[in-house]
């Protein structure tokens, strides 16, 4: 069981020690993976509880709204990723002006140590906390000695000890950016490496135009309230997974729908080999579910009427089934 704390007062007064680390976390890629798992092996190593303490909003959404990059993944989706890696615990802290007003002292004295009771604190060397990211490896090597808890610094996935490399061919350090710029030229793939698991989204599926199934194939829509980054429009192969926990293959759709002079982007996802073709009879309307994205089978394109996209759709689903089921 993974204990989830929304403050540092929902901690129990008895918890700890423990083996520490914070960041955003955001697609809890491969990178994060590493030095959670440097935390967990030292946690286990010396009989403390593992614990990681990460931020609900970003906070570049607070300091600079207006630039802020778009999350790889919503909340949920973060706090189950951590808990899958093993942790004992995760404390999630409310991100605004007050607790970026904390010195890289009180922040680490009010919640690592005074409500973690941190052991062990595990940063990455470019690490930075604190009033104006003021904090940085030094500065916690100092408040170790203060504070009386060691130190393990860890170097993040990417060049050293993975052999992930970028479009020209050199090692690169894997990165939420890194992610981002993936998805948003549709390289889920690309995207899959970095983050060690496909990329996914979450929402409810709401009623949509209902095209999908006067043409045959009727999709979930999600809200678009969805959390996730929507990657590049186009046509995917990728997983649905509903609300009782069963995963389906399933042909992605992302886009405008521009055979239909759509406007508004939509993520819509057609489950291939429903148990029957009748709408009726698989009813995903209110649930919430995942959609997994695999790999980006083509553009989005404009046909001349519903016969020619009927056609293609056809084509897509076949060669979705093929990537998906007879792998």
């Given at each position: 069981m993974v204990y989830i704390w929304n403050d540092p007062?929902?901690?129990?007064?008895d918890f700890g020690p423990s083996v520490v680390t914070f960041g955003n976390f955001d697609g809890v890629h491969r990178g994060h993976q590493q030095v959670l798992s440097e935390l967990i092996r030292s946690a286990r190593f010396n009989g403390t509880k593992a614990v990681a303490v990460t931020f609900d909003p970003h906070p570049a959404l607070i300091h600079r709204p207006e630039s802020a990059p778009e999350m790889i993944m919503g909340l949920q989706d973060k706090l189950v990723a951590l808990g899958e890696l093993g942790l004992d615990a995760i404390l999630v802290m409310k991100y605004s002006l007050n607790l970026a007003s904390l010195t890289p002292e009180e922040f680490v004295g009010q919640i690592l140590v005074d409500s973690l009771h941190a052991s062990h604190v595990v940063i990455g060397h470019d690490s930075r906390f604190g009033?104006?990211?003021?904090?940085?490896?030094?500065t916690m090597k100092q408040l170790g000695e203060k504070f009386d808890f060691d130190v393990q610094v860890i170097s993040e996935f990417g060049s050293e000890g993975y052999p992930l490399h970028d479009d020209d061919g050199t090692d690169r350090r894997c990165s939420s950016t890194w992610v981002r710029e993936a998805l948003q030229e549709g390289d889920v793939a690309t995207a899959a490496a970095v983050l060690g698991r496909p990329h996914r989204m979450r929402g409810e599926v709401v009623h949509g135009a209902a095209r999908g199934r006067v043409l045959g194939f009727p999709t979930a829509n999600?809200?678009?309230?969805a959390t996730g980054f929507i990657p590049a429009d186009g046509i995917y192969a990728g997983w649905l997974v509903d609300q009782a926990g069963t995963r389906w293959p399933a042909a992605i759709s992302v886009g405008s729908n521009p055979t239909f002079?759509?406007?508004?982007?939509?993520?819509?996802?057609?489950?291939?080999?429903?148990?029957?073709?009748?709408?009726?009879?698989?009813?995903?309307?209110?649930?919430?579910?995942?959609?997994?994205?695999?790999?980006r089978l083509r553009g989005m394109v404009a046909y001349r009427g519903p016969e020619a996209l009927v056609d293609q759709m056809r084509l897509d689903v076949i060669q979705a089934h093929d990537l998906l089921v007879r792998r």
């Open positions: 007062s929902e901690v129990p007064a009033r104006g990211n003021s904090g940085d490896l030094d999600l809200a678009h309230e002079d759509g406007v508004s982007r939509q993520v819509e996802a057609h489950v291939i080999d429903r148990p029957h073709e009748a709408v009726e009879d698989f009813d995903l309307y209110g649930q919430t579910v995942v959609v997994e994205f695999v790999a």
